[in-house]
């Protein structure tokens, strides 16, 4: 290979580099000194934010896509907007991960291990940032499981609750099968085109589609690993166990930051394989629907994750469901796969990424309170913790997708995005889907405000660093709402020079 090459190779590969260089930095640090475990998240925090200042002036210096070659000159990853956009939302949720971290009293336990745990915060990292840009199928099956590896040990982190064991085991059952059965599509995709590059195998299947009985089993073996991380039904098993046990921190950063990755290849694979053909999303020359896929897993999900979310007394397993429904909205937005759903797909995990860690840093300060997440236990606290109830209160109607919040900007933009692409019966059932889940995301303010007595309630004092956090992730929410211009732009930019059409 070409010296030159390699190096040049590596210039599109900044945010990555730095991410691999303060892994091993980490580890380093953490076994010539293992008393000064209090630096490692300041160690990572920085290596993160580094990361983040190139992946954003990738994204302001770029002009046109440019894929990243290997030396027999396929396209290994692609070096485009919608790669670079994902990066930057991976990254800044992996910033308020170890924010949180250092503010929770559940990581502050383990503290004689947090050079393991940042150390598989920054593989898991290191996973998303190359799933994203990922282009050739070894290489999107190599970074999911790096992530998961990860995740998989962080999700049991806790040695001492059998919650956070059991999701750990479970995490890794899940996986392994969703892992094993995309594996195996893989193999019978390469036999199909010989090749395991995405654009290569869209070319073989426009010139030889072969049988399609065989193609469609190929491609949902494919799209149950990739549905496994953004957890749409009917891969979603794992989520509520998962995100229950796990500690708050992670479980935050997996609602986020695992289902960014996970729709960024979804989104590359289905618009490289199976580009459109008259405005319908087909697999090959057959004329199945690929589109009609989309919209029974779009319906499913939101519906299923909604009406699960409706009888759950646990705050993380409520909020576990809550996500699953909103990968049915974004999964509705990708079933236009239209630019205006792309943009409108964008729009909605930026203020996703506000909204949904809000909700659960919130939670996490009032477990590190009462050492309870159960809805019982929050009657009255609206008093008590005045300014964790307000803050709770603004991030669960934003959820809901109510004005003025950024949350009714998002879903604005998706329903939209199902308007002007004719699909009429699937916004409607986006909106219904909105108002069942107003219920449960009420149903926690009526505890937190109706429910319980106010009597000599003692106001509960909060750190200033505590509310500057939640004042980050609050304006926004409230901003954009009103003003969401800056928002809609950097997203369209995205979208327009999406690189894979």
Same mark, same amino acid.
Do not use: C
């Given at each position: 290979?070409?010296?030159?090459?390699?190096?040049?190779?590596?210039?599109?590969?900044?945010?990555?580099?730095?991410?691999?260089?303060?892994l091993a930095v980490v580890l380093s640090f953490d076994l010539a000194f293992p008393k000064l475990k209090k630096v490692l998240p300041y160690l990572t925090a920085l290596g993160i934010i580094i990361s983040s200042g190139y992946a954003v002036q990738d994204f302001l210096s770029m002009q046109q896509p440019q894929p990243?070659?290997?030396?027999?000159?396929?396209?290994?990853?692609? #070096?485009?907007?919608?790669?670079?956009?994902?990066?930057?939302?991976?990254?800044?949720?992996?910033?308020?991960?170890?924010? #949180?971290?250092?503010?929770?009293?559940?990581?502050?336990?383990?503290?004689?291990?947090?050079?393991?745990?940042?150390?598989?915060?920054?593989?898991?990292?290191?996973?998303?940032?190359?799933?994203?840009?990922?282009?050739? #199928?070894?290489? %999107?099956?190599?970074?999911?499981?790096?992530?998961?590896?990860?995740?998989?040990?962080?999700? @049991?982190?806790?040695?001492?609750?059998?919650?956070?064991?059991?999701?750990?085991?479970?995490?890794?059952?899940?996986?392994?099968?969703?892992?094993?059965?995309?594996?195996?599509?893989?193999?019978?995709?390469?036999?199909?085109?010989?090749?395991?590059?995405?654009?290569?195998?869209?070319?073989?299947?426009?010139?030889?589609?072969?049988?399609? %009985?065989?193609?469609?089993?190929?491609?949902?073996?494919?799209?149950?690993?990739?549905?496994?991380?953004?957890?749409?039904?009917?891969?979603?098993?794992?989520?509520?166990?998962?995100?229950?046990?796990?500690?708050?921190?992670?479980?935050a950063y997996l609602s986020v930051a695992s289902k960014a990755a996970g729709f960024a290849v979804l989104i590359r694979f289905v618009k490289t394989v199976y580009p459109p053909v008259d405005g319908l999303m087909m697999i090959s020359a057959y004329n199945i629907n690929w589109k009609q896929i989309l919209i029974y897993?779009?319906?499913?999900?939101?519906?299923?994750?909604?009406?699960?979310?409706?009888?759950?007394?646990?705050?993380?397993?409520?909020?576990?469901?809550?996500?699953?429904?909103?990968?049915?909205?974004?999964?509705?937005?990708?079933?236009?796969?239209?630019?205006?759903?792309?943009?409108?797909?964008?729009?909605?995990?930026?203020?996703?990424?506000?909204?949904?860690?809000?909700?659960?840093?919130?939670?996490?300060? %009032?477990?590190?309170?009462?050492?309870?997440?159960?809805?019982?236990?929050?009657?009255?606290?609206?008093?008590?913790?005045?300014?964790?109830?307000?803050?709770?209160?603004?991030?669960?109607?934003?959820?809901?997708?109510?004005?003025?919040?950024?949350? #009714?900007? @998002?879903?604005?933009?998706?329903?939209?995005?199902?308007?002007?692409?004719?699909m009429i019966f699937l916004a409607l059932i986006a909106l219904l889907n909105s108002v069942i889940s107003l219920y449960y995301y009420i149903r926690v303010m009526k505890h937190l405000y109706l429910m319980g007595s106010n009597d000599q309630a003692e106001t509960l004092k909060v750190s200033f660093s505590n509310i500057?956090?939640?004042?980050?992730?609050? %304006?926004?929410?409230?901003?954009?709402?009103?003003?969401?211009?800056?928002?809609?732009?950097?997203?369209?930019?995205?979208?327009?020079?999406?690189?894979?059409?």
């Amino acid at each position: 290979m070409n010296t030159n090459y390699f190096f040049e190779s590596l210039n599109f590969l900044r945010p990555e580099v730095v991410i691999t260089v303060f892994l091993a930095v980490v580890l380093s640090f953490d076994l010539a000194f293992p008393k000064l475990k209090k630096v490692l998240p300041y160690l990572t925090a920085l290596g993160i934010i580094i990361s983040s200042g190139y992946a954003v002036q990738d994204f302001l210096s770029m002009q046109q896509p440019q894929p990243i070659s290997s030396a027999s000159k396929l396209p290994l990853l692609a #070096f485009d907007a919608l790669a670079v956009f994902f990066k930057i939302i991976i990254l800044a949720s992996s910033l308020f991960l170890v924010i #949180f971290s250092e503010k929770s009293s559940e990581i502050k336990s383990t503290v004689e291990r947090l050079g393991e745990y940042y150390s598989l915060i920054l593989g898991m990292i290191l996973g998303m940032l190359i799933l994203v840009a990922a282009t050739d #199928f070894l290489l %999107i099956y190599l970074a999911i499981e790096l992530m998961s590896l990860s995740s998989y040990v962080l999700a @049991g982190f806790l040695k001492t609750s059998t919650k956070s064991t059991e999701a750990s085991l479970k995490y890794v059952i899940y996986g392994s099968v969703a892992s094993g059965i995309m594996l195996f599509g893989i193999s019978l995709a390469y036999g199909m085109t010989q090749t395991t590059n995405l654009f290569v195998a869209a070319n073989s299947l426009t010139m030889n589609p072969g049988n399609p %009985i065989l193609l469609v089993f190929v491609s949902l073996m494919i799209l149950s690993g990739i549905g496994y991380k953004i957890s749409s039904v009917p891969f979603h098993f794992w989520t509520p166990d998962v995100y229950e046990g796990a500690p708050i921190p992670i479980t935050a950063y997996l609602s986020v930051a695992s289902k960014a990755a996970g729709f960024a290849v979804l989104i590359r694979f289905v618009k490289t394989v199976y580009p459109p053909v008259d405005g319908l999303m087909m697999i090959s020359a057959y004329n199945i629907n690929w589109k009609q896929i989309l919209i029974y897993l779009s319906i499913m999900t939101m519906t299923l994750g909604n009406l699960s979310a409706l009888w759950q007394d646990n705050l993380k397993r409520m909020l576990a469901y809550s996500s699953i429904a909103h990968a049915g909205v974004v999964l509705a937005a990708m079933a236009t796969m239209n630019d205006e759903g792309i943009t409108a797909i964008l729009i909605y995990f930026v203020i996703y990424l506000l909204m949904n860690f809000g909700a659960f840093f919130i939670v996490m300060l %009032i477990r590190n309170e009462i050492n309870s997440e159960h809805i019982d236990d929050y009657n009255g606290l609206g008093y008590k913790m005045p300014f964790y109830g307000v803050m709770l209160s603004i991030f669960l109607v934003s959820l809901t997708g109510l004005p003025p919040t950024a949350g #009714f900007i @998002g879903k604005l933009y998706v329903f939209l995005a199902l308007v002007n692409s004719k699909m009429i019966f699937l916004a409607l059932i986006a909106l219904l889907n909105s108002v069942i889940s107003l219920y449960y995301y009420i149903r926690v303010m009526k505890h937190l405000y109706l429910m319980g007595s106010n009597d000599q309630a003692e106001t509960l004092k909060v750190s200033f660093s505590n509310i500057l956090v939640a004042l980050i992730l609050a %304006i926004p929410v409230i901003l954009f709402g009103i003003y969401f211009g800056p928002v809609a732009d950097f997203a369209k930019n995205s979208a327009v020079m999406l690189g894979v059409r």
